[in-house]
């Protein structure tokens, strides 16, 4: 019975393992050995097929890991094959038991656990080297693991072929005997039992040994050696990459300066075209009053101190507020253009306006593209808004009026040609919240208009007021003493009418025996009704029929060819054309004689130099800049830009690593001071090292950048662009917040090495510490000297004479120096309160000096500080040949035992691992402020204001002075030459059928 059971047991665990042997990988949680070896097997080689490493870092954790799961697998597997075989063993006797043990450890030990040892390790490091390469890529590894995955599938084979095999070697049991119990009998069955159970063992075990488990792992060794071989060609390619990449950066940025350089001759190039279509294309018939407004436009170009006066005529517009100038101009003008506010300023600027007759009624302002049609109501109340915004815009520094003019041009039927000028209106007093020198603006803006000798002075009276209270009359009186170009204008006589006011008083004023001025001509008009939103027309209509009707047109007070908006406007613009026939050959030989001067100052002040635009310089300056800029990407290498950074954080950090040095030397002994080394440094790196640090690459970045713009500029002619340039691109550049938590980490990795491996190394760390600690003594020794002042010798040579604070200085040093004259190191950074007092009391004793204790206390840290650098440098250099010494052989000068020199090497290691970081991160802003400099200067292009305000100097002024010259004087050519080919006065009075230019 025993034999039989063992035998049914053994088949059942062959075919148990058999099962287990061909699940599917991941089939249920109570798989057997081989079943798990299987599926590990299936699950970590298809992982290994899109494995790659890339470094050696990475091959070291894949052959680590490899041989951590063998080590973690073998006690599972064996756990497990127990766990089968203890499940069966009620009812069987112990030889039943040792044999099916024997027979399944056998072929476990032989055909499985071998072979899933194997592949579920090469699974297990797969998973576990994916799990701390979570970046790894793709890298063909499939071709070298090819043959791997063959081997292994064998081995599959072979076990399931011998598990065949083993299960068949395992006969069912023969029918039960019937035989008489006795003591023979039961020995013959256990005899033969055992000898059946050795048996099956001895053949087992032969049956193994023809497994070459070897061969495994060979095949695993040379998967290994592959990856790493992949993993080298990779790290190749990369490096390559990378070079190729860096050329890649530097060509590109010698073919954008090209592309730069194609752009600015391009534009040339056009330039030179558009001048010879100009010249080639016959402009298109315009009118003399038209070609007169261009000459105006710019003649307010020219600065005021030029030799050539203003002789050009303009109708020039004066008035108290609120007296009609507006309504006047807009019966002129045949529309209500100008904006209009009850009781409120509303022409804060000069507006010149040029009227011309045309077919249809439509108004433009100069410098833009819309065109208003002035019989829509829609498109007036448009350009009244336009108006308004554009006063306000040459409003500047809260003032409400300003100079500059804003340039109108307007045709329509019956429009007499001429240019008029309307000014703000003459104030008495300030309102709340308008500036004080308000009412002088506006005074001295009408006195620079009407100044001009050949200004047509348009006087504007409000008829309902009282005389005594007009302010402009005395202004029109200074300018135009005989009242030659005076025009004298009483608005609002419906009103006064209807006031009631005496007829004797208004034909005095029309007479001009009223106000203390004189005109050329009086007129009396009428430019509004009772109703403020009437139309032009129905205005000019009303006029006409007061004039018809009124009492005091009865009563003679009026003359005919005196009243009505028509009759001023003729009488205007005749006087206006007799002006300009009379000035503009004055004008122009002025004109001329500017030029002369101004090109014979070029010629001296800029000999052999081509005359350039505004604009033609600033393309120079872009070009110069990014030409620069390019420069600057290759100027320095990566090595270069390393060791920059590492010294700029090293004179960053230097005070408070030497405020470290000098703290943790305050204690008795070396492991006191690293104890305190240690916690100083794991304070300032968890809450100032790494922003610190990255703030000084973004500064060290932003000033080499800064830095390369400085190209040779003797004239000075870009510098503002330069610095407008600069403030731009310091204050876009903003470092990436996460930079400070990879800083962070790197810093903390560095400072805590505190072991120096190498004779090297050490010579490394000893050769920065002295170095350093000799450029600390020297700082603090010119800083005594700074204190005491320059020794007798030179006192002597240059004839000066130490100051009081020298002497108190002087005198302090040397009481304090007996401190520190005896053999026995001073070892106390600061002074009592009874030691200051001693040394307070010795130097009024001595020297007669008052010297407070902060004094002395500042001397005393000084010379502590000379005798600490000077024992440190002796113990540095003592340290230099004590590498691998122990610690208590040491006897360095201050006591340290050489455990200082570890605070340097960590310190030169933090800052060589930063460095690298962060040139890393700066190459890429690098090209960010790139970037941002060719963005700022293409928007910069367009933007005349801005190019206003950044292209100046004396050269830019004097060749847009010239310009603007020369076309004032081919302007007044071509309208002189009109005026003498065509005299004819309806030609001059716009009468002609002429189109629009």
């Known amino acids: 019975m025993p034999a039989a059971a063992a035998s049914v047991l053994s088949r059942a665990i062959a075919r148990r393992l058999a099962a287990a042997a061909a699940r599917p990988r991941g089939h249920a949680p109570q798989q057997t050995t081989s079943s798990a070896a299987v599926g590990s097997f299936r699950h970590g080689t298809r992982r290994l097929l899109h494995v790659g490493t890339r470094s050696q870092p990475n091959r070291a954790t894949f052959l680590n890991a490899l041989g951590r799961g063998r080590v973690a697998l073998r006690p599972g597997l064996y756990t497990r094959a127990t766990g089968v075989m203890e499940a069966p063993q009620r009812g069987l006797s112990a030889g039943g038991v040792a044999a099916a043990r024997s027979v399944v450890f056998a072929a476990v030990r032989r055909f499985l656990v071998y072979p899933a040892v194997a592949v579920s390790a090469a699974g297990a490091a797969v998973v576990e080297m994916k799990k701390k390469i979570p970046d790894i890529e793709d890298f063909g590894v499939s071709q070298y693991v090819h043959s791997f995955w063959d081997t292994v599938g064998n081995v599959k084979a072979m076990v399931q072929k011998e598990i065949h095999d083993l299960t068949s070697q395992v006969q069912p049991p023969p029918k039960p005997r019937v035989a008489a119990p006795g003591t023979a009998a039961q020995g013959e069955d256990d005899e033969s039992e055992e000898t059946r159970s050795t048996q099956a063992e001895e053949q087992g075990e032969a049956g193994a040994e023809d497994i070459d488990v070897d061969a495994l792992d060979e095949a695993l060794l040379q998967v290994a050696q592959l990856v790493a071989r992949v993993a080298h060609l990779e790290q190749q390619l990369e490096e390559t990459e990378e070079r190729r990449h860096v050329e890649l950066l530097q060509e590109r940025s010698r073919l954008q300066a090209e592309i730069d350089k194609l752009i600015e001759e391009n534009k040339d190039l056009r330039r030179t075209m558009l001048l010879d279509d100009m010249k080639n294309t016959r402009e298109r018939p315009r009118r003399p009053i038209d070609i007169f407004s261009d000459i105006l436009d710019l003649r307010a170009k020219i600065d005021p101190q030029f030799a050539a006066q203003d002789r050009l005529p303009r109708v020039v517009v004066v008035g108290d507020q609120s007296a009609g100038k507006t309504?006047?101009?807009?019966?002129?003008?045949?529309?209500?253009?100008?904006?209009?506010?009850?009781?409120?300023?509303?022409?804060?600027?000069?507006?010149?306006?040029?009227?011309?007759?045309?077919?249809?009624?439509?108004?433009?302002?100069?410098?833009?593209?819309?065109?208003?049609?002035?019989?829509?109501?829609?498109?007036?109340?448009?350009?009244?808004?336009?108006?308004?915004?554009?006063?306000?815009?040459?409003?500047?520094?809260?003032?409400?009026?300003s100079s500059e003019p804003l340039s109108l041009v307007v045709r329509g039927p019956g429009l007499h040609p001429l240019v008029l000028v309307d000014l703000p209106g003459m104030i008495q007093h300030h309102t709340v919240g308008m500036p004080t020198?308000?009412?002088?603006?506006?005074?001295?803006?009408?006195?620079?208009?009407?100044?001009?000798?050949?200004?047509?002075?348009?006087?504007?009276?409000?008829?309902?007021?009282?005389?005594?209270?007009?302010?402009?009359?005395?202004?029109?009186?200074?300018?135009?003493?005989?009242?030659?170009?005076?025009?004298?204008?009483?608005?609002?006589?419906?009103?006064?009418?209807?006031?009631?006011?005496?007829?004797?008083?208004?034909?005095?004023?029309?007479?001009?025996?009223?106000?203390?001025?004189?005109?050329?001509?009086?007129?009396?008009?009428?430019?509004?009704?009772?109703?403020?939103?009437?139309?032009?027309?129905?205005?000019?209509?009303?006029?006409?029929?007061?004039?018809?009707?009124?009492?005091?047109?009865?009563?003679?007070?009026?003359?005919?060819?005196?009243?009505?908006?028509?009759?001023?406007?003729?009488?205007?613009?005749?006087?206006?054309?007799?002006?300009?026939?009379?000035?503009?050959?004055?004008?122009?030989?002025?004109?001329?004689?500017?030029?002369?001067?101004?090109?014979?100052?070029?010629?001296?002040?800029?000999?052999?130099?081509?005359?350039?635009?505004?604009?033609?310089?600033?393309?120079?300056?872009?070009?110069?800049?990014?030409?620069?800029?390019?420069?600057?990407?290759?100027?320095?290498?990566?090595?270069?830009?390393?060791?920059?950074?590492?010294?700029?954080?090293?004179?960053?950090?230097?005070?408070?690593?030497?405020?470290?040095?000098?703290?943790?030397?305050?204690?008795?002994?070396?492991?006191?001071?690293?104890?305190?080394?240690?916690?100083?440094?794991?304070?300032?790196?968890?809450?100032?090292?790494?922003?610190?640090?990255?703030?000084?690459?973004?500064?060290?970045?932003?000033?080499?950048?800064?830095?390369?713009?400085?190209?040779?500029?003797?004239?000075?002619?870009?510098?503002?662009?330069?610095?407008?340039?600069?403030?731009?691109?310091?204050?876009?550049?903003?470092w990436d917040p996460r930079s400070v938590s990879k800083v962070k980490s790197v810093q903390e990795l560095m400072l805590r090495d505190d072991v120096i491996k190498s004779p090297h190394d050490w010579e490394k760390a000893t050769r920065f510490m002295i170095l350093h600690l000799k450029d600390e003594h020297a700082r603090t020794v010119a800083s005594i000297n700074g204190m005491v002042g320059p020794s007798l010798y030179w006192r002597w040579l240059s004839w000066q004479s130490t100051t009081t604070e020298q002497r108190m200085s002087s005198a302090t040093l040397n009481e304090l120096s007996s401190y520190f004259t005896s053999s026995q190191a001073v070892t106390k950074p600061d002074m009592s309160f009874d030691e200051l007092k001693a040394v307070q009391h010795n130097l009024k004793i001595k020297h007669g000096l008052e010297v407070e204790h902060a004094a002395i206390q500042d001397a005393y840290s000084k010379l502590y500080k000379l005798q600490f650098y000077d024992r440190a440098i002796k113990s540095a250099q003592y340290c230099q040949s004590r590498f691998g010494y122990k610690e208590h052989e040491n006897k360095a000068v201050n006591g340290l035992q050489c455990s200082d020199v570890l605070l340097f090497w960590r310190i030169h290691n933090m800052m060589t691992a930063s460095g690298n970081l962060l040139r890393l991160e700066a190459m890429e802003y690098k090209r960010d402020l790139e970037e941002e400099a060719r963005e700022m200067l293409d928007n910069l292009a367009t933007d005349m204001d801005a190019k206003q305000k950044l292209i100046q100097g004396h050269r830019v002024s004097l060749a847009e002075e010239i310009e603007v010259l020369r076309h004032i004087q081919a302007k007044l050519d071509a309208f002189i030459k009109m005026l003498r080919k065509d005299g004819q006065s309806t030609r001059l009075t716009g009468g002609s059928a002429t189109s629009w230019p």
């Open 327 to 401: 309504s006047v101009l807009e019966v002129i003008v045949r529309a209500r253009i100008f904006p209009r506010g009850l009781g409120e300023m509303m022409t804060r600027s000069p507006i010149q306006v040029t009227l011309s007759e045309g077919d249809e009624h439509v108004a433009q302002i100069k410098g833009g593209d819309r065109l208003y049609r002035l019989d829509s109501e829609t498109d007036l109340a448009r350009l009244r808004t336009d108006i308004e915004k554009g006063m306000l815009r040459n409003l500047k520094d809260g003032q409400v009026v």
């Open 437 to 734: 020198t308000t009412k002088g603006s506006i005074l001295s803006m009408c006195k620079n208009y009407i100044g001009n000798p050949n200004a047509i002075i348009l006087c504007i009276q409000d008829a309902s007021r009282d005389p005594e209270g007009s302010n402009v009359a005395d202004l029109v009186r200074e300018a135009d003493p005989q009242g030659d170009r005076t025009i004298f204008v009483l608005t609002k006589v419906d009103l006064a009418e209807q006031l009631k006011l005496p007829s004797q008083k208004l034909k005095a004023i029309l007479k001009g025996q009223k106000f203390n001025m004189k005109a050329r001509s009086y007129f009396a008009v009428v430019t509004g009704t009772s109703t403020a939103d009437d139309s032009i027309d129905t205005i000019r209509k009303a006029e006409k029929d007061f004039f018809q009707s009124s009492a005091f047109f009865r009563q003679g007070v009026f003359s005919t060819r005196k009243t009505g908006t028509d009759n001023l406007s003729r009488a205007v613009s005749e006087l206006f054309w007799d002006r300009v026939r009379e000035t503009v050959a004055y004008e122009a030989r002025d004109i001329g004689m500017a030029l002369k001067k101004k090109e014979t100052e070029w010629r001296n002040s800029y000999p052999n130099q081509h005359r350039q635009s505004r604009d033609d310089l600033y393309a120079m300056g872009r070009h110069l800049i990014l030409e620069s800029v390019a420069n600057f990407n290759e100027s320095m290498t990566a090595a270069q830009w390393e060791s920059k950074l590492i010294n700029e954080i090293w004179d960053t950090i230097a005070p408070t690593v030497f405020g470290f040095y000098l703290d943790a030397a305050d204690s008795d002994d070396s492991a006191s001071f690293k104890t305190n080394v240690e916690n100083m440094l794991d304070t300032w790196v968890a809450n100032e090292l790494p922003q610190l640090s990255v703030n000084v690459a973004q500064n060290t970045l932003v000033t080499e950048f800064l830095s390369a713009m400085d190209f040779d500029d003797a004239t000075g002619l870009f510098g503002p662009l330069k610095e407008a340039l600069k403030h731009h691109c310091s204050t876009n550049l903003v």
